[in-house]
């Protein structure tokens, strides 16, 4: 048998906290990076029980971890026991990367930039002087819809069923941006209007996700129009219910890996000071479709 030298007494450690956390494919993505630029760093998935999470980011910052990721349920706790944040996370309210600078734990959101880049590049255009309606108030669609009137959306249309929640969102984007935001149940006649009249249409609940791959969620009888753009943040299936719709109607669809991936990019960026070569993220791209199995 040949010995193992892959981890030694230098090598360093990256994570991800969640809980649950054995379906997160971070641990791959990021092992693949640190193999394909030859880094002598080792990235960890760690399960965090309800009530633990202080004493697992004081764990981290003990054991002198180099960056962690954050994922459901922690991207809000998280910020309390952060000594800085971005000017977006604030924002955001949530952050899902953080560096550890010497002790110090600085906190990140790169979601928003994670979705930006991947709407841009799949699109060949971005968010400014659009009209965006936005499906779900969750904590991705906090992110996006931050993100989208960051960079100059004309409106932003929140749909949701717990209006309070989308009514949240549009309560902060206001108060720090200003764009003009609306909020509707899916039920209201207005929100009907306003998927159609949207430019960009991003879906961002979890309805349509596998297993439940039969459900949309847009009413049936919603109708796209062939210049609208579909963004659907779920990535399994790699074609959603409202994608196929949205692509029967002649429109442009994007799914949610690229979204996926460059958040993983940013957050291996922020803790390595590397710039990530266009080749080398074509390689990575290539190898992280194979990991998902796509
Ligand atoms: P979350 O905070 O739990 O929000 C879930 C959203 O979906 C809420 O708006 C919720 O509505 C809505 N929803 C869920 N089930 C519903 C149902 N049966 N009927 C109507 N609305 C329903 O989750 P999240 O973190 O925002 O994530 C949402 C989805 O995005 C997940 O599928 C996640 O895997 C995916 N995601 C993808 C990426 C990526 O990189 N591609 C990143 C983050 C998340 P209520 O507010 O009414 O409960």
Not at 142 to 162: D, F, L, M, P, Y
Request: net charge negative; proline share 3%.
């Amino acid at each position: 048998m040949e010995a193992d030298n892959r981890i030694t007494g230098k090598t360093k450690l990256m994570g991800v906290i969640g809980n649950p956390i054995e379906h997160s494919i971070s641990p791959q993505l990021h092992n693949t990076l640190n193999k394909m630029l030859g880094l002598d760093f080792v990235y960890v998935p760690f399960r965090v029980e309800t009530g633990a999470l202080q004493d697992a980011v004081k764990g981290l910052k003990a054991l002198g971890l180099v960056g962690f990721n954050v994922t459901v349920p922690y991207k809000n706790d998280v910020l309390e026991f952060l000594d800085e944040t971005t000017e977006e996370v604030k924002i955001v309210g949530a952050a899902n990367t953080i560096k550890n600078a010497g002790g110090r734990l600085y906190g990140y959101n790169t979601d928003t930039e994670g979705f930006a880049r991947s709407f841009k590049e799949d699109s060949g255009t971005g968010f400014e002087g659009k009209k965006v309606a936005v499906l779900g108030a969750g904590g991705a669609a906090r992110a996006i819809a931050v993100k989208v009137a960051s960079e100059g959306a004309a409106g932003i249309s929140i749909i949701n069923r717990t209006v309070s929640k989308a009514m949240e969102i549009a309560g902060i984007i206001n108060s720090n941006i200003g764009t003009g935001t609306d909020c509707y149940r899916p039920e209201d006649s207005g929100a009907a209007e306003a998927l159609f009249e949207s430019d960009i249409v991003i879906n961002t609940t979890s309805i349509g996700m596998f297993p439940r791959i039969d459900e949309c969620p847009v009413d049936k009888n919603t109708v796209f129009r062939e210049e609208q753009i579909v963004y659907d943040i779920i990535y399994n299936p790699v074609k959603t219910k409202l994608l196929k719709k949205a692509e029967e109607s002649g429109c442009k669809v994007i799914n949610g890996l690229g979204m996926l991936f460059y958040q993983g990019i940013y957050a291996y960026e922020i803790w390595t000071g590397l710039k990530i070569s266009e080749e080398k993220l074509r390689e990575a791209y290539a190898c992280f479709v194979k990991i998902l199995g796509k």
